[in-house]
């Protein structure tokens, strides 16, 4: 079974046990197990880890997660008794698509969700019409800073938008539903009788591009800093755990980071970091020569071979050295790859998007 200690001290185990018990037992309302799975989160356990331990799927984690935070958030507004309750006892799913809105916006949409029984898809309108209408430089003409007169105007400017007489009247009486103030219906009322269209622009579509290929995929590595070095920086650079699935990493302070190609020699480094160096600081290298060179290295690779190049300390600095023979000393590290810079002749040239290669 997986472990189910906590990586810290924010709960201890008999905390986190109970946590899953009542989460595998469904003990409480959604919004408690919103609040268990957060706490379990963040004392350290994986979504999988609880999945796993108490049949919550991850997906529907974080959906009880936000749900329960938006739910605190209309519970602050003071929504009415009534929302309230309602939430209580379901509607994660209609909660977490108010998870966008400002808190105040929250406990208002809610409301309207509650007034006019909306589902899923009816409430994530809402909540777009609301977002949008509270990114308005001034209020429009005829409508009021009401939330339901926030949801009028959005069915409002689709009307306008439509010469299909059918669909025209489905959107009005939809406008007109939500319409609070009389000059908001009157605004609605009016296109009962304005045929007119007014053409919008399309929205762009998304510029999507899906990774298809390890070498696209970039792996982020810590930089331990430039030669001259000292041991004790490169012993202090903290390994990195990356985040699925596009290899991010979290991290605190002024470390410095670069990203490398998605070589398979990179990626099958436990514990890379880079070292910025030149030529005077390698062995077999040119003195000659002045351009940077990144030196990777694998710090969980210690076992001595004769094949390849380790970092050693040396007087309390970095060294690279070869051994032909096992050493008598501690290797902190394999050098996997070396990277000089791409060679650009001409960089004017190659900022011209319209230079192709033929």
């Known amino acids: 079974m997986t472990e189910l200690t906590p990586n810290n001290d924010e709960l201890s185990n008999e905390e986190s046990e109970t946590l899953i018990r009542n989460l595998r037992q469904k003990q409480g309302t959604w919004v408690e197990w919103g609040i268990s799975c957060a706490r379990l989160q963040k004392s350290g356990l994986s979504p999988q880890t609880i999945f796993e331990a108490t049949g919550f799927e991850p997906i529907q ?67 777009r019409a609301i977002k949008d209408y509270s990114r308005l430089s001034s209020l429009p003409n005829g409508f009021t800073d009401h939330r339901g007169d926030a949801v009028a105007y ?6 306008r938008q439509k010469n299909d007489m059918q669909e025209r009247s489905r959107l009005i009486a939809r406008g007109l539903k ?7 219906r009157q605004q609605i009322e009016n296109l009962l009788m304005d045929f007119s269209v007014v053409q919008t622009r399309p ?9 298809q290929t390890e070498e696209e995929i970039a792996k982020i590595v810590p930089v331990a800093g ?28 002024e470390q410095a980071w670069v990203t490398l190609p998605g070589w398979q020699v990179i990626l099958k480094a436990e514990d890379p970091i880079v070292i910025l160096s030149r030529a005077e600081f390698l062995p077999e290298a040119p003195n000659s020569s002045t351009e940077p060179v990144l030196v990777v290295v694998d710090r969980s690779e210690r076992e001595w071979d004769a094949h390849s190049y380790f970092i050693v300390d040396n007087s309390g600095q970095i060294e690279l050295q070869w051994f ?35």
Do not use: C
């Not at 959005?154 to 009307?159: A, Q, S, V």
């Not at 000292?230 to 990356?242: F, L, N, Q, R, W």
């Not at 096992?326 to 190659?350: A, H, S, T, Y």
């Open 61 to 127: 984690q974080n959906q009880v997660i936000v749900g329960s935070q938006v739910y605190a958030s209309i519970e602050k507004a003071e929504a009415s008794e009534n929302v309230r309750s309602h939430f209580t006892g379901r509607g994660s799913d209609i909660l977490y698509e108010l998870r966008l809105l400002d808190h105040g916006d929250r406990a208002a949409a809610a409301d309207l969700v509650v007034t006019h029984q909306l589902n899923i898809d009816d409430a994530r309108e809402v909540a």
């Open 203 to 211: 929205a762009p579509k998304l510029p999507f591009y899906r990774l």
């Open 324 to 358: 032909e023979t096992q050493p008598d000393l501690q290797l902190l590290g394999k050098v996997i790859v070396l990277i000089r810079p791409k060679k650009i002749f001409d960089e004017e040239i190659n900022k011209d998007v319209w230079q192709i290669d033929e």
């Open 226 to 253: 430039e030669m001259p070095l000292s041991t004790a920086d490169v012993k202090a650079v903290p390994m990195v755990e990356e985040i699925k699935p596009f290899g991010m990493v979290k991290f605190a302070g």
């Open 154 to 159: 959005h069915y409002w400017r689709l009307i």
């Open 178 to 184: 939500f319409a609070h103030s009389l000059s908001a």
